[in-house]
């Protein structure tokens, strides 16, 4: 790939977790090399999505985000690497504690990088409200603040004092390797895979999984329910589904690290969240071919199109999940026509080179912004 005509050193900062945020933090860091850029990432250990052969530079933090004083380790370690690798960009991944740590570490380095901030989700709709004025101070010191969705801007304008207006930019999908070629066919003995995937946390609601799971293994009892990812709930969800004699129909796949491959072996993908800021799983599996079934709420109906890529119902409405999924499954052709029109849809509305671009139009207008503020 030629070179940019404006060639950019940048410094990304994210969570470790395999969440959303890091996720994009890596695709986004992987796809500005490709356009030529230099790109360093921070993080407390390296990330899930980093690949092992990854031209991208890790930094890692040298200390676990439970420390007590992380934000402030964090900033003394920012400003340290914004200044050794003379850093042109600083954008941080999820706002809460890193963009104060960044308006902390921007207080005190010889060199003033353009600062940018990236909402995620769950670090403004849970943030404590004890903490939203300290974040909207931090929010209001970078050059650019942009959220993934517009549900979320609209929340961080209205829970988050001071924060200024968020720029959309949404997250992406790199069709290159989430595609469904070599996608497997229906099954014929009504063997379907039913596929959950993400943090086992409360806002993500898997036991509402395991209850439509259970309507739709009545109806179809070759049918398999996938579990990919870790987290503290998921002890439970796997007992709620040995007390509903579904143990032998659940597939625990932990952490997986080949995500595309997991999805084209899937036949439909269960977002049940109580919330969402937008949900890579669901852009994912659509782009694989996969639809899904998922809630209404947040930034979700921005991402699946109802009647096209998915089907949506109300959070909580176990029925009326398994009844959007048994719909689909009862059919193979109309399941089919749901995965090629969520394949063709997707990728095309959450472009990858689309979107790089208006990064680093979005990097350099910061830069600029910078510049005039200051002279």
Request: hydrophobic content about 45%.
């Amino acid at each position: 790939m030629s070179e940019p005509e404006t060639r950019l050193r940048i410094l990304q900062v994210c969570r470790a977790d395999p969440g959303g945020s890091g996720v994009l933090a890596c695709e986004l860091a992987e796809g500005l090399h490709r356009h030529g850029h230099e790109v360093h990432l921070c993080a407390a250990r390296r990330p899930l999505r980093l690949r092992a052969d990854s031209a991208v530079t890790l930094h890692e933090a040298g200390f676990a985000e439970t420390e007590p004083d992380f934000a402030v380790l964090l900033a003394v370690r920012l400003a340290d690497l914004v200044d050794r690798l003379g850093i042109d960009v600083l954008h941080v991944h999820y706002a809460w504690p890193f963009a104060v740590s960044a308006a902390l570490a921007l207080g005190w380095t010889r060199r003033r990088p353009a600062s940018v901030t990236t909402l995620h989700g769950t670090d403004v709709s849970q943030v404590d409200p004890s903490r939203a004025p300290a974040l909207g101070w931090a929010l209001g010191r970078a050059d650019v603040v942009t959220a993934v969705s517009s549900w979320l801007g609209a929340l961080a304008l209205s829970s988050v004092p001071g924060a200024p207006a968020p720029r959309l930019i949404p997250d992406f999908v790199d069709r290159r390797r989430f595609h469904a070629d070599g996608r497997r066919g229906p099954p014929a003995d009504g063997a379907w895979r039913l596929l959950h995937a993400g943090n086992f946390r409360p806002v993500k609601r898997p036991l509402d999984a395991v209850e439509v799971f259970a309507r739709v293994h009545a109806r179809f009892p070759r049918s398999r329910l996938v579990l990919a990812g870790e987290g503290p709930l998921l002890p439970r969800v796997l007992a709620r589904a040995q007390a509903l004699g579904l143990g032998p129909a659940v597939e625990v796949r932990g952490t997986v690290a080949d995500m595309p491959a997991l999805y084209r072996t899937c036949d439909l993908a269960l977002v049940t969240s109580a919330s969402e800021s937008f949900s890579l799983v669901a852009l994912e599996a659509q782009a694989c071919g996969v639809p899904v079934v998922g809630t209404i709420t947040g930034g979700l109906p921005e991402v699946v199109e109802a009647g096209v890529g998915g089907e949506l119902r109300p959070v909580g409405d176990v029925a009326g999940l398994a009844d959007a999924a048994l719909a689909l499954l009862s059919d193979p052709r109309i399941l089919a026509a749901y995965g090629r029109r969520a394949a063709a849809t997707a990728p095309a509305r959450f472009d990858a080179e689309r979107t790089l671009a208006a990064w680093t139009a979005t990097y350099v207008e910061a830069r600029a912004r910078y510049d005039r503020a200051h002279g």
